[in-house]
């Protein structure tokens, strides 16, 4: 069974950084593409960005290529999300995805972990 | 980027009821080489994280109940849910994997009357 966990969400103070993780299990972590998409309190989903099965090649939404960065362990099977500079507006859902192979569309997701930026 | 609009944003319906969600991108997602769409349908329901209903416009997810349709090509995609459910009742969300970056539709709540 196709499991992802994220961790390291909670509350954040604006213009911090902070490094969210997902482990997944039940398929070889190596052998896929794997994104990260977020959602904020008012349900908008967006897509952060992707990362090759072997770490070499990453893609981003614009608007956040500038703070965020995907990164993966393919030894320990674990995602990375790290955030720069938190915003507001950064308040959101965060979930680690598994993308299809071939066509790129997300075929699981995890259970999210909550990230909310505040003073 | 490809902007996915889609509508309804609610729904309210009865138990028994046929319901079609739309979803229109900016941009035509129909890849010229293989023909293919490239629109995916997600079902959310509440406390949960989303789950892969219709793949590649058309294609039922593995699992997923028959009266779930998915159909349209080009720039125009609907999800019909045949005899709705109360286990049905959720938000669906349209996505575009065309082309970067991936974008999604705002979603549809689906309500009970």
């Known amino acids: 069974e196709v499991q992802l966990v994220e961790s390291g969400g909670g509350l954040v103070q604006p213009g911090a950084s902070l490094k969210l993780s997902c482990v997944a299990s039940g398929f070889t972590f190596s052998d896929y593409w794997m994104s990260w998409v977020r959602q904020t309190p008012g349900k908008t989903m967006e897509w952060i960005g992707d990362i090759k099965y072997d770490g070499s090649y990453t893609n981003y939404a614009p608007s956040l290529k500038n703070r965020f960065t995907i990164s993966r362990d393919n030894a320990k099977s674990t995602l990375y999300l790290q955030m720069s500079n938190v915003r507001s507006e950064d308040t959101a859902t965060y979930y680690c995805?598994?993308?299809?192979?071939?066509?790129?569309?997300?075929?699981?997701w995890g259970q999210g972990t909550l990230v909310t930026v505040s003073s | 980027d490809i902007v996915m609009t889609q509508s309804p944003s609610s729904l309210a319906v009865s138990a028994g009821e046929t319901v079609t969600i739309n979803c229109k991108s900016s941009q035509s997602l129909l890849s010229s080489g293989n023909q293919k769409n490239y629109l995916a349908w997600y079902q959310q329901k509440p406390g949960q994280s989303p789950k892969l209903l219709i793949y590649?416009?058309?294609t039922r997810e593995s699992g997923v109940p028959d009266r779930f349709i998915g159909s349209g090509s080009g720039t125009d995609f609907t999800l019909t849910i045949s005899s709705v459910q109360a286990e049905d009742l959720a938000d669906y969300y349209c996505q575009q994997h065309y082309s970067y970056p991936n974008t999604f539709g705002a979603g549809t709540k689906l309500e009970l009357k």
């Open positions: 590649l416009a058309s």
């Open positions: 995805t598994r993308d299809e192979t071939y066509y790129g569309y997300i075929a699981y």
